[in-house]
């Protein structure tokens, strides 16, 4: 996928003015296939909002307000998403080719429906002719893959242990065999032992094949390190940094990403330093975000011209983007 330029934004009625939260702010990204990807930034930087412009599921008070969003298919023409509509979204991309674990969705399933019942509705949203007996065979299948026992389907939610109801959210996600699985923090709020599950799992339906490619997105560098291939990093609602995950958590070019760090390096991580020790301060208000930079106000390097102008996105050593002044003259 190829997103370029993309804006999305909330609009609220606050009293009689409008509000205008500028969660994703000219959003540029490629998601390759085989790719597993961490979006990686604090809470309130747009991370969410970039996963429902990735599947295009565009609801009030969200308004995509520029861009586009292109989906690549092998022997196929591009698809841009922006110009579908929700029904040929429905029919065309979601479930099929492009799939996503919300966020707090593992542990979120009716607890009053059976596994059953909730297979057949998911089914049933992407073709609603679909004959329940193939869906339900196709649900076991996925099941008996991921580990779950055939039975399960006639379960109740509560009658699930955790770490079964986590595999069979991940599996109904990806009934339909998805090209890309959007996963929306799917290890936050878990003790370590459950993270490390949900992450197996993972591992296991893109070592299968079952998908191609990932975006995994979480506020926890060291979670994503254990899973992805390439970190892209956001600050109020842009892309700062992007690199290979190695060399972003040992070498972060963006004083934001080092500051990042700093919560998650271990001892032996070799980082040329620059002294920051913590991000002081807060992400700015997205309905007013700072001029030029939108770190300015937190940054220890912070120029005259970071003030005023908005650093563009430059590529360093070959294979590494990052938008910050410090890096234009190289
Ligand atoms: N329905 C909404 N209406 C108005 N503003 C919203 C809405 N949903 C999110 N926002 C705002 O958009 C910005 C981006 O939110 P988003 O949920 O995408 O962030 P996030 O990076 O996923 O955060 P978190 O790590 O807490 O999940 C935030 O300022 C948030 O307050
Ligand atoms: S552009 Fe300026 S303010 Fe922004 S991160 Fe770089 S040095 Fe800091
Ligand atoms: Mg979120």
Redesign the pocket.
């Known amino acids: 996928m190829e997103l370029h330029n993309v804006k999305a934004y909330?609009?609220?009625l606050v009293g009689s003015t409008h509000?205008v939260?500028r969660?994703?702010d000219g959003v540029g990204m490629t998601i390759s296939e085989g790719e597993i990807i961490g979006i990686v930034?604090?809470?309130?930087?747009?991370?969410?909002?970039?996963?429902?412009v990735i599947m295009m599921n565009i609801r009030p008070?969200?308004t995509l307000v520029d861009g586009i969003v292109k989906l690549y298919s092998e022997g196929r023409e591009a698809v841009d998403l922006q110009r579908l509509s929700r029904e040929e979204l429905r029919r065309r991309i979601w479930g099929k080719e492009v799939a996503i674990i919300p966020?707090a969705a593992l542990n979120a399933l009716m607890p009053t429906l059976k596994i059953r019942k909730i297979i057949l509705d998911v089914m049933k949203s992407h073709d609603p002719d679909v004959d329940e007996d193939y869906a339900i065979n196709t649900a076991v299948r996925r099941f008996r893959e991921l580990g779950l026992p055939e039975y399960t389907v006639n379960m109740y939610p509560f009658e699930l242990s955790g770490g079964m109801r986590q595999r069979v959210v991940i599996s109904i996600a990806n009934l339909l065999n998805p090209r890309l699985l959007i996963a929306?923090?799917p290890t936050?709020a878990l003790d370590v032992v459950t993270q490390k599950m949900v992450l197996k799992i993972l591992m296991d339906i893109y070592s299968k094949n079952i998908i191609r490619s990932i975006v995994f997105?979480s506020?926890d560098i060291a979670t994503v390190r254990q899973i992805a291939s390439r970190i892209v990093i956001?600050y109020a609602?842009k892309i700062v940094e992007e690199g290979s995950t190695e060399d972003v958590i040992t070498h972060p070019l963006h004083p934001y990403t080092d500051g990042l760090m700093n919560s998650v390096l271990t001892p032996e991580d070799e980082v040329k330093r620059r002294g920051v020790r913590f991000i002081p301060g807060q992400p700015p208000?997205?309905?007013n975000p700072p001029p030029g930079c939108r770190f300015h106000p937190r940054c220890p390097y912070a120029m005259d011209r970071c003030r005023r102008e908005e650093p563009r996105m430059v590529q360093i050593d070959g294979n590494r983007l990052v938008a910050c002044w410090l890096y234009t003259s190289k």
């Open positions: 909330y609009r609220q509000r939260v969660a994703v930034g604090e809470s309130g930087c747009g991370k969410s909002t970039l996963a429902n008070p969200l966020q929306d923090e936050s997105i506020h956001m609602g208000d997205p309905s």
